[in-house]
């Protein structure tokens, strides 16, 4: 029964986890040739005050938000 842990900063949409956890759900049960109702994915999700890279809290490094690279969610 294979169990999945994602970890991220918390913002992703319910649609975006749902999209996650049907994508890793079919990789595994292509991969390890299991039923898909085998395979559990859990999202981990953290403030990014609670999250630090390097030393720095990613709540000062990164502010608010979770997006891309160059969108305004993700200030350069």
């Known amino acids: ?3 999945i842990t ?3 900063a ?3 949409s319910v ?3 749902r999209d996650l956890a049907r994508a890793i759900t079919n ?3 292509e991969k390890l040739d299991v039923n898909p109702e085998w395979v559990t994915v859990l ?3 953290f403030d990014r005050e609670n999250w ?3 030393g720095e809290l990613h709540s000062d490094k990164y502010g608010k938000g979770f997006g891309k690279i ?3 969610e993700y200030p350069k």
């Open 27 to 29: 990789t595994v049960v």
């Open 43 to 45: 999202f981990d999700e």
């Open 70 to 72: 160059g969108s305004q």
């Open 1 to 3: 029964m294979p169990i």
């Open 15 to 17: 649609e975006q986890k």
């Open 6 to 8: 994602i970890r991220l």
């Open 52 to 54: 630090a890279t390097a």
């Open 10 to 12: 918390k913002g992703r």
